[in-house]
């Protein structure tokens, strides 16, 4: 996904910035704790369509993200 459009991409549900997690093709949004798919390279950022986040997963973002 390229940094610009991902620069301009919100969480639709807290307005949040979100993170691409390029091995599973999602958008997540920490803040709500969901992931929204992204199929064929379009991100599909409607609520119903996303999955929750366990909280593993959210640690595990977290990590990953967190400057080294």
Request: charged share 30%.
């Amino acid at each position: 996904m390229e940094t610009k459009l991902l620069e301009l991409l919100v969480c639709p549900v807290t307005k949040g910035p979100l993170i691409f997690n390029r091995d599973k093709m999602e958008l997540v949004s920490r803040s709500a704790r969901l992931a929204y798919p992204v199929r064929d390279g379009i991100p599909i950022l409607l609520e119903h369509e996303a999955r929750t986040l366990s909280d593993d997963e959210i640690e595990r973002i977290g990590r990953a993200t967190s400057p080294a």
